[in-house]
């Protein structure tokens, strides 16, 4: 299947500022492209990509005072299978473990293991096999906070939002992804598009989404402690630690969002790419209510 994403975002400059964006398809999709994916920065600036310790791509430019216009559309290609399952995914013992996933055990900005260590040993000690152990996490985490985009809050740790039980993607991650690393199993955190697709559409306006993976049985595995069940159409923009490490933008000055539009769906039979007057009239439809 091939699936249409892209963004159309805007910032306000009252002075030049310096930003590095991390927006462009994480290096392990790239060959999956098919067609579009630049970044279109209006007005016309020089950018410079950089690929970070994480093996992430980021893009770095000056804004000048005004507004700047970041925009990409582009098709790629998916297997249209749902993420993979494995229960036979053991855990892999600590002497076992790559060198490379030995920084996705310890704490970070967000994850902050020393308050949740006793919790994790506590209500998951018990439970045998890696993949068991890390779906109960993400069963626990999906029961405990409460989705909600007006919950959204950019300085909540994971034990924040298990003691505040609200919280949007990222805390869901945040709390999954530190109750694995507090168990010795390496999680890291996903940023990335994740449409509507094979499930229900949601009304909600359409963002970028956030999940984690997990080190078992020898390879990283998906999870979504937010959603719960294997979804279709991953497409991986970064990887991290966690939230810190993959900020779709960073600025070095003021800056104020004037526009942030997001689009993943799968093409049908037929449409022509690309369409960035049908990224504009499906969110202006989404944005009429519903008649009673």
Excluded at 45 to 50: A, E, I
Excluded at 75 to 81: K, N
Excluded at 193 to 217: C, H, K, N, R
Excluded at 272 to 287: E, G, H, K, N, T
Aim: proline share 6%; hydrophobic share 40%.
């Amino acid at each position: 299947m091939r699936i249409r994403a892209g963004y159309d975002i805007a910032f306000k400059c009252p002075q030049d500022v310096p930003m590095v964006l991390m927006l462009t398809v994480h290096p392990s999709r790239q060959t999956d492209l098919v067609a579009g994916h630049a970044i279109r920065v209006s007005p016309n600036v020089r950018t410079r990509d950089y690929t970070d310790i994480f093996g992430n791509v980021c893009t770095r430019l000056v804004a000048p005072a005004g507004l700047i216009e970041i925009r990409t559309e582009f098709v790629i290609e998916d297997s249209g299978m749902p993420d993979a399952v494995a229960p036979q995914a053991s855990q892999v013992p600590l002497d076992e473990l790559p060198d490379a996933a030995l920084m996705y055990l310890l704490g970070s900005r967000y994850c902050d293991t020393q308050k949740l260590a006793d919790l994790a040993w506590s209500t998951f000690g018990h439970i045998n096999g890696g993949w068991q152990r890390v779906q109960s996490i993400c069963d626990y985490v999906h029961d405990r906070i409460q989705f909600g985009y007006h919950f959204a809050r950019d300085d909540r740790t994971a034990s924040e939002g298990h003691h505040e039980r609200t919280g949007v993607c990222r805390d869901f991650a945040h709390l999954a992804i530190a109750l694995c690393r507090c168990m010795n199993i390496p999680a890291r955190y996903c940023t990335g598009y994740l449409g509507d697709i094979g499930v229900p559409i949601d009304p909600a306006p359409m963002d970028f989404s956030a999940w984690f993976e997990a080190y078992i049985g020898g390879q990283w595995y998906t999870f979504d402690a937010r959603h719960n069940h294997p979804r279709i159409g991953r497409i991986v923009i970064a990887r991290g630690r966690d939230a810190a490490d993959v900020a779709i933008s960073t600025m070095f000055g003021p800056t104020e969002l004037a526009r942030f539009k997001v689009l993943t769906e799968e093409v049908r039979a037929g449409e022509v790419f690309p369409l960035q007057p049908y990224i504009d009239a499906r969110r202006a439809a989404r944005s009429v209510p519903a008649a009673v």
